[in-house]
Nanobody, 114 residues
């Protein structure tokens, strides 16, 4: 059974930075595309970045501000978020893309506020 654990969220001022970490357990994590998703208050969960298993050709809906990377040896995917805006507030989750392969975890809360 695959388990995903997100961490690294917190309260940050506009313009600040955070790095989120997704730790996975199981071979399926290493062999699959991983996505970071965000669920803002009152909204549906949306994809913000994804990275293929080899680490190349990653994509982000926040190009220039969010960068996704992975370390397969550590079974970890990172989301570096810079120049954060209040609209980036939400709970951030990681899972497979385009299809989730694990139960959704608790996520990590990101709050951008002055």
């Amino acid at each position: 059974q695959v388990q995903l654990v997100e961490s690294g969220g917190g309260l940050v001022q506009p313009g600040g930075s955070l790095t989120l970490t997704c730790e996975g357990y199981g071979r399926i994590f290493t062999n699959n595309v991983i996505g970071w998703y965000r669920q803002a208050p009152g909204k549906e969960r949306e994809l913000v970045a994804m990275i293929p298993s080899a680490g190349s050709n990653s994509r982000s809906s926040q190009a220039g501000r969010f960068t996704i990377s992975r370390d397969n040896a550590k079974k970890t995917v990172y989301l570096q978020m810079n120049n954060l805006k209040p609209e980036d507030t939400g709970v951030y989750y990681c899972n497979g893309y385009p299809r989730a392969f694990a139960s959704w975890g608790q996520g990590t809360q990101v709050t951008v506020s002055s």
